[in-house]
Nanobody
Framework: QVQLVESGGGLVQAGGSLRLSCAAS??????DGWFRQAPGKEREFVAA????????SYSDSVKGRFTIARDHPKNTVYLQMNVLKPEDTAVYYCAVGCSAYGCSNPSEYNYWGQGTQVTVSS
């Protein structure tokens, strides 16, 4: 149906920055977001952005450090991650296609990227 291609993950030192990208094959006119999952832990909400871009939401653990944004002509959602900490280490997943008002649960999204590893060293 909808293919999502993630990029931008990698290894970075604590305090550094990375920008993740999620490019969709088609426009979905939806709220889209990012989740992450560390070994032995459940997938957790990171950030979401509405189609119009007026409203964004973040988990408390990343608020003030991460920024989610859109590029509509490219059908792309970004996650700018600054002041990275070792506890940010996880596989990050792009999620597309939430039609609910609040989109912080994985079950509310229709499409998922393949995941990209983010590793933050001390």
């Amino acid at each position: 149906q909808v293919q999502l291609v993630e990029s931008g993950g990698g290894l970075v030192q604590a305090g550094g920055s990375l920008r993740l990208s999620c490019a969709a094959s088609v426009r979905t006119f939806s709220t889209d977001g990012w989740f992450r999952q560390a070994p032995g832990k459940e997938r957790e909400f990171v950030a979401a952005i509405t189609w119009g871009g007026v409203r964004t939401s973040y988990s408390d653990s990343v608020k003030g450090r991460f920024t989610i944004a859109r590029d509509h002509p490219k059908n792309t959602v970004y996650l700018q991650m600054n002041v990275l900490k070792p506890e940010d280490t996880a596989v990050y997943y792009c999620a597309v296609g939430c039609s609910a008002y609040g989109c912080s649960n994985p079950s509310e999204y229709n499409y998922w990227g393949q995941g990209t590893q983010v590793t933050v060293s001390s």
